[in-house]
């Protein structure tokens, strides 16, 4: 069972019987409407379209993509089916390039697929493991956000960026995830975050899930974070993450960089909050982590409505990187990775035994 049902009243993704039930997060906090998906390419497009969104709940949502996938193939020998269901991974693959879970989950249910004796057999098994990948993520928050609150203190005001809760995650989150179980805690803390631009992930999903909730949050543009951190006003930072490499350099929302920056120079904690699935220890530094660029009218235009003159020219990265010099510490399910992190690297003996 899903433990994240103990503090929300929704879920982002599901899986009902023969198709997967989704929260379209590109309608909040107007409307609350969730989509019926029976085909994999509407996975595909639900994940490009960000209707579902977030690091680990897109991996839920490729796993289940492959179950739906795997449901379409015709094929009747072991050889073909798995030749097809690759095909359906690499497409699946193709949808957002910088999340590093929706790979790992995607790696996983091809790893789990060889071990079927028969195309029977294989759909039963990728099911499983598709459920059992969800679990798992949603259960990772739990013990992330444990970790993490202990690093919070009674009283504490918290700035982040973009959306890290339930919604992103299919658990408690990561960095809201931490906030939230502070709160469940006892303690007394707030939030300012982050509009978040161009699809403002903060202004419309961070604030609905705070104050769902019941933690006091403000809402500020992004230009403001370092305003408010020089006044003195924010503790600590805590933001998610969508790929982090072997030496800690950190992939996460358009904007994070420019706030790790600040931190520094106002000597507030910058925290970085993600599962181990996260991870990608095949990097060496965030120099190789894929950016995904993104269509221009995301920031032309805000719901269809032009905010810049026609056809000027506009720049879209979905994602920057924060180098590892600015981060205090990275928070897993397993454990706190703490400074020094800049001159070694982080290994996968080291993630097994925190």
């Not at 104050?211 to 805590?238: E, Q």
Request: aromatic share 6%; glycine share 8%; net charge positive.
């Amino acid at each position: 069972m899903n433990k994240s049902k103990m503090i929300v009243s929704y879920q982002p993704i599901e899986w009902k019987g023969d198709m997967v039930k989704l929260l379209d997060q590109t309608l909040l906090p107007a409307e609350e409407v969730y989509l019926e998906i029976t085909e994999y390419h509407e996975i595909m497009t639900a994940i490009k379209e960000l209707k579902i969104r977030g690091a680990p709940a897109i991996g839920v949502a490729g796993a289940y993509g492959m179950v739906l996938g795997a449901m379409q193939i015709l094929a009747k020998s072991k050889a073909t089916f798995l030749s097809e269901l690759h095909d359906v991974a690499i497409a699946i693959s193709g949808t957002r390039p910088t999340a590093r879970n929706l790979f790992w989950a995607i790696e996983r249910m091809e790893l789990a697929a060889v071990k079927g004796k028969n195309v029977e057999e294989i759909k039963t098994i990728l099911l499983k493991e598709a459920k059992k990948i969800h679990n798992e993520e949603a259960d990772a928050t739990i013990e992330l956000s444990k970790n993490g609150q202990e690093l919070i203190k009674d009283g504490y005001t918290i700035l982040t960026h973009c959306n890290t809760g339930p919604l992103a995650t299919t658990g408690y989150g990561t960095a809201l995830g931490i906030i939230i179980y502070a709160h469940m805690q006892g303690k007394k803390v707030q939030v300012y975050a982050d509009e978040t631009r161009p699809l403002l992930q903060g202004a419309r999903l961070t604030t609905w899930e705070l104050r769902k909730i019941g933690i006091p949050v403000t809402l500020i543009t992004d230009s403001m974070a370092g305003y408010f951190m020089k006044k003195g006003k924010i503790d600590c930072v805590i933001v998610g993450a969508d790929r982090i490499a072997a030496n800690g350099d950190t992939a996460n929302k358009i904007g994070t960089y420019s706030v790790a920056v600040l931190a520094k120079e106002n000597r507030v904690p910058f925290y970085v909050a993600a599962p181990t699935s996260t991870f990608d220890l095949s990097l060496s530094t965030g120099a190789r982590i894929p950016i995904e660029q993104r269509n221009q009218a995301e920031v032309t235009h805000i719901k269809g409505i032009a905010i810049a003159p026609r056809y000027v020219n506009a720049a879209n990265p979905a994602f920057d990187v924060t180098p590892n010099k600015y981060i205090t510490a990275i928070i897993t399910e397993k454990g706190i990775i703490r400074k020094p992190i800049t001159n070694r690297k982080i290994s996968d003996k080291q993630l097994k035994l925190m």
